[in-house]
Nanobody, 123 residues
Framework: QVQLVESGGGLVQAGGSLRLSCAAS????????MGWFRQAPGKEREFVAA????????RYADSVKGRFTISRDSAKNTVYLQMNSLKPEDTAVYYC????????????????WGQGTQVSVSS
């Protein structure tokens, strides 16, 4: 398994931007599909974005497509989520996750999770 630590959350006004980072431990980082999920109070954890082990394929939830960008830097064992044009409905705890499945987008495919970072967007 890989250990994951998220950072970069915070409070931002609607229309603003944040970049989340997820640092992974272990030398096998480059073999994992990496994903971002989020969970708002009282709601299920939902898929946000995923990137393949090579970085060549990405997937996004419809709600964030065109506003969020996922990327990875294998030299730094880090995956990023650039979030632009943020909306109040983006408010949630954001989790980084790792999967051995190619370009997985469902929770059950991810076996390693970070502790989460809070993102709050004010209107």
């Amino acid at each position: 398994q890989v250990q994951l630590v998220e950072s970069g959350g915070g409070l931002v006004q609607a229309g603003g931007s944040l970049r989340l980072s997820c640092a992974a431990s272990g030398r096998t980082f480059s073999s994992y599909t990496m994903g971002w999920f989020r969970q708002a109070p009282g709601k299920e954890r939902e898929f946000v974005a995923a990137i393949s082990w090579s970085g060549g394929s990405t997937r996004y939830a419809d709600s964030v497509k065109g506003r969020f960008t996922i990327s990875r830097d294998s030299a730094k064992n880090t995956v990023y989520l650039q979030m632009n044009s943020l909306k109040p409905e983006d408010t949630a705890v954001y989790y980084c996750a790792a999967s051995k499945n190619p370009i997985a987008t469902w929770k059950g495919a991810f076996g390693s999770w970070g502790q989460g970072t809070q993102v709050s967007v004010s209107s």
